[in-house]
């Protein structure tokens, strides 16, 4: 279904309130991978069962899902063996089709993905010591042309369903092994009063890999909040894959009208995309700023709920040469965190070139002098470091293979003409 139409999203602009739920598919079944357990149940009962059992159904297929990782309907014994079949014939369990699996030197791993209507996509796992991270992608492409950023220069754009989002952390956790074997008998209703409750069944992120999240792969993930959102949900839901909201950070480069819902509807950690603290170098290259200037920004990031000292705000900064690197720049980011009282750390992230970007990176000497200011205030500024680079899965090199073709397609045929 290549042809399925693509959303219109053009730069600039509020996010669209209603975005599409399921991928049609070729076979006609309906996937119910990133649904919530009433939206399976309703649609159990469209497709004949009655109101009780498919609720019932609908509880052990999630339970199936999202606890033990199955995607095919034969292999959930506790489902009578008559329903099996019934269950085939018209929905399924998807993943993200694998294009390419790539292992950087450094350990980081990215999939090129593809959904079942034929777009690609991207995600990274980049393992550390003490934790395994996932970058999940929002969007195929992105409607915000920040400069730096080679996700930037995409023009295919639709937003991810919510299943294309939870798919991809359901892969990642398909590729690292990480689903329980073993027994499944037990009660797994939630209890915070009991301690150990996250422990029963081996299902909490401790001695996993893949223990956190961030929404900083391709696209704005607030310009698709719905999906966002529900996904994030199913991610965090003790029955779904009961990752903890501490261990989430969604990254925005500015949608400031939906701050205020990312912080009530979902509540997972808030990373911003600064860059820059002045009006003209944001205007120019995080070009939403011509539309959210830096004030109402960090309003609004004054009033997120759930920032603390405990859980603070990350602001990303990417190093530029000569762009947005001097003493004063660091002065300022200083004097605008203290001005709006946020709780605030700083993330400085060395410039990613990919061929043709307009800038080059600040020198180590200057990235570390910028840091030493901001610590000087009482504000930890980290160095990112790049991971990941030799396969272009760093920061703001996702640009899927397919359009990176596609431009080359459009260069031959230019030199043809
Ligand atoms: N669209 C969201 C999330 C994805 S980008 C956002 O903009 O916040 C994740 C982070 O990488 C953002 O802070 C982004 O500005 C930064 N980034 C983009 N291109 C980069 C590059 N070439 N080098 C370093 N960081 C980059
Ligand atoms: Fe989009 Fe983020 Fe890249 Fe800007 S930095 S173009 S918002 S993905």
């Keep these: 279904m290549t042809d399925t139409p693509l959303m219109p999203i053009p730069g600039n602009i509020d996010p669209l309130p209603v975005a599409r739920e399921v991928t049609p598919r070729d076979d006609g079944r309906i996937d119910v991978l ?5 939206r399976i149940a309703a649609l159990f009962e469209t497709a004949g069962l009655d109101a009780k059992q498919a609720k019932l159904r609908a509880k052990q297929v999630f339970h199936w899902l999202y606890h033990r990782g199955v995607t095919d309907f034969a292999a959930m014994t506790d489902i009578g063996k008559a329903m099996r079949p019934w269950l085939t014939e018209r929905f399924v369990v998807s993943r993200p089709d694998v294009v390419e699996a790539q292992h950087s030197q450094d350990g980081t791993r990215k999939w090129l993905l593809r959904t079942a209507d034929g777009h690609e996509f991207e995600m990274v796992f980049i393992p550390d010591a003490d934790r395994g991270t996932l970058c999940v992608s929002s969007q195929v492409g992105c409607t915000l042309n920040c400069t730096f950023c080679h996700t930037g220069t995409m023009r295919l754009v639709r937003n991810l369903t919510p299943g294309e989002i939870v798919g991809q952390v359901m892969l ?10 073993g027994r499944m008998d037990f009660d797994f209703e939630d209890d915070d009063s009991d301690p150990e ?45 009961s990752l903890s909201r501490r261990r989430i950070t969604l990254s925005t480069s500015g949608v400031v009208p939906m701050m205020e819902r990312c912080g009530r509807e979902i509540g997972v950690g ?15 290259i995080v070009p939403i700023n011509r539309k959210y200037g830096i004030e109402e920004l960090l309003s609004a990031c ?4 759930g920032a603390s000292n405990s859980r603070r705000i990350t602001f990303e900064y990417v190093m530029l040469k000569d762009k947005n690197d001097s003493d004063e720049d660091a002065h300022e980011l200083v004097r605008l965190i203290r001005e709006y009282a946020l709780p605030a750390k700083v993330n400085l992230i060395p410039f990613n070139p990919w061929p043709g970007a307009a800038y080059e990176c600040s020198t180590p000497e200057r990235i570390a002098r910028f840091s030493d200011i901001i610590f000087k205030a009482g504000i930890s500024a980290p160095v990112r470091t790049p991971r990941g680079r030799d396969i272009d899965a760093a920061c703001g090199q996702l640009k899927t293979a397919a359009e990176k073709k596609s431009r080359a397609q459009l260069d031959r045929e230019a030199a043809e003409s």
């Design 302 to 305: 004054a009033a997120y709920k």
């Design 172 to 181: 990642a956790r398909d590729a690292l092994g990480e689903w329980p074997k």
């Design 34 to 38: 990133g649904l919530s357990r009433p």
């Design 197 to 241: 409750a996250d422990n029963r069944g081996h299902y909490s992120a401790d001695g996993r890999l893949l223990t956190n999240i961030v929404m900083m792969g391709m696209g704005e993930p607030l310009y698709n909040f719905d999906n966002v959102r529900d996904a994030l949900k199913l991610v965090m839901d003790p029955e779904g894959l």
């Design 270 to 284: 808030l990373a911003v995309s600064l860059h820059a603290v002045t009006k003209d170098v944001r205007d120019e």
